[in-house]
């Protein structure tokens, strides 16, 4: 179908990785402006280290999270990621304050 549309699967991603990063901002930026804090995982570090990503993940959400089930489900290498920051938590307690 790519072809026929004279695309290539390759620009295809770029369009697709440039879009999410222009969204990633905006969210990121009225996360901001509000002060609702972000936490952002980096998904080589998530594939590197799991553990460790996942008990910071626990940490920013007040902790108490089964952080060995997570991390032991977390990684699965034959996924793809076009998009290496991955916003992944906000903390909405914070939000009514």
Known sequence: MLVRLGKSAASDAEDLRMVLQQHFDEVSGSCERHGIPVTV???SELMADAESVVAR??????????????A????????????????????????GE
């Open 72 to 95: 032991a489900g977390s990684v699965n290498p034959k996924i793809p990621c076009l998009y290496a920051r991955l916003p992944v938590a906000i903390d909405v307690q914070s939000m």
């Open 57 to 70: 993940l626990s940490e920013f959400l007040g902790g108490g999270l089964q952080t060995d089930r997570m």
């Open 41 to 43: 995982v980096d998904y």
